[in-house]
């Protein structure tokens, strides 16, 4: 017989304590919304367990009474994965209180932490071990280290250190039938059977909850040089990224790019971080490089590799930071970027990645298709250009436009930018993921056989399709 949810919540309390399950209108509001306050949903409760045990419980008496489950970290990802949807028969389990340090190892360059660490705090404690966690995104302040690697997140370092896939050794996972799975190990080479681990990384919670990780870390820099460029064109960016590739090779850390209207929108939401280049350049390239020799070792590669820019004409101005409070401005200018788009609106947002030879012309056409049937939009354009990630987001002509404007082109414009990026062998998901917003275009951007693919791992792993459904994948 089905349990009401009076009986559930009681069954709930009885596994994590009155306290973590939370059901009050007002406090249960944060986890209904998701960061760009574009989803909405509502769920029988939110929980708050404090171990991987507590996560196995719940999942199984989900099992038991057919509850779907929505797993959630920061809350601050940009499809909507972390929503409930608007049925009320599902129930949102935050990992905020599975925040402990496990265990770091220095010798094996490794740190073994529970999924709702904040991934700043992972950050902080690597380095209290004289160590270096580099992944790094705007909102590192209160992402998780779960929701990253359910995201697969990416971020400002991917160029050097790669994404949170590329970061990860072991896991464990609460399967969608309250089994654990412990892969905790802090293994370089594991070669047995079929790669379990990489199924949960990037799966969006579809397919368990990640309860606990070993993350890889590094030797910290002994120097970091920050510079920001200013470029005429995508072509010079481009050529720019290439320079510093051949002259900085793995030392090249950072390679951001701005375009003028994400710069104009930063100096009027955010103005002590307008730009202190001069003029209106077409784009501007925040370059960081990391040296494990020497701070003049560093400084010596940048000022030869920009002096060789500004020579060819693909640099036109660049200032280096004299101090690290500078070099933190620039930084603070492109994560402030995202924060100024949502202080000014709904903007239609695209998270491209592409050939980076292919860039200059996705450019060129997507401007020039929307400068001829939305003259007055605003091409906020600006990414982790070194890996060929664009965030190429359109507003509507001013501020008091921007929800109008997404409401009446939203689907047009998408049409058309995700056109262009399957002619050019892109992807339309290069690192937020897809969520709900994207759960549509799936089949279309992969393919039969590999939708075909995903379709029977998810059938397979969770037959019940209670972990996080009409998430990544529709069954
Ligand atoms: C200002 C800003 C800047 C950003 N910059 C970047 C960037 O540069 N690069 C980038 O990649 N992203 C970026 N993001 C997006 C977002 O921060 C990342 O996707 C981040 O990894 C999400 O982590 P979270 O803990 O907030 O996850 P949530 O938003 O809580 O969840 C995201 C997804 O993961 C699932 N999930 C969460 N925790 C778990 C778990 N333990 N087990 C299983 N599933 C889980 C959720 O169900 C959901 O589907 C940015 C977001 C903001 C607001």
Known sequence: MALTDQELISAFQKIVGAEQ?????????????????????????????ASTQEVSEIVKLCVTHQIAIVPQGGNTGLCGGATPNPTGRQIVITTKRMNKILAID???????????????????????????FPLSLGA????????????????????????????????EVVL?????????????????????????????????????????LFPTPVAQWTALVATPSAE???????RFQAGASAQLTGFEM?????????????????????G????????????????????????????????????????IASNIAQARKFW????????AQADDGPNIKHDVSLPISAIPEFVKVCDALLKEKYPNSRIINYGHLGDGNLHYNIAGPSSSETESFFSAHNDDIQALIYIEVERLSGSISAEHGVGQQKVDYLKGHRGEAAFNLMHAIKKAIDPNNLMNPGKVINL
């Open 21 to 49: 399950v939370i059901t009050s209108p007002v406090d249960l509001e944060p986890y209904l919304v998701d960061w760009r306050k574009r989803y909405r949903g509502q769920a029988i409760a939110a929980l708050r367990p």
């Open 106 to 132: 220095t010798s094996n360059q490794t740190m073994t932490v529970e999924a709702g660490v904040i991934l700043q705090t992972l950050q902080e404690e690597a380095a209290k071990a004289g160590r270096y």
């Open 140 to 171: 590192e302040g209160s992402c998780m280290i779960g929701g990253n690697l359910s995201t697969n997140a990416g971020g400002t370092s991917v160029l050097r250190y790669g994404n949170a896939r590329e970061l990860c050794l072991g896991l």
């Open 176 to 216: 969608p039938n309250g089994e654990i799975l412990n892969s905790l190990r802090g293994l370089r080479k594991d070669n047995t059977g079929y790669d379990l681990r990489d199924l949960f990384i990037g799966a969006e919670g579809s397919l368990g909850i990640i309860t606990a990780a070993v993350m890889k």
């Open 236 to 242: 010079g960016a481009i050529e720019l990224l290439n």
């Open 258 to 278: 701005m375009s003028q209207e994400s710069l104009a929108l930063l100096k009027h939401y955010y103005p002590a971080l307008a730009s202190p280049l001069a």
């Open 280 to 319: 209106e350049n077409p784009y501007e390239v925040l370059v960081e490089i990391s040296d494990y020799e020497s701070s003049e070792h560093a400084m010596q590669l940048m000022e030869t590799i920009l002096e060789g820019a500004l020579e060819s004409g693909c640099a036109s101005d660049a200032i």
């Open 332 to 339: 603070d200018m492109r994560e402030h970027v995202p924060l």
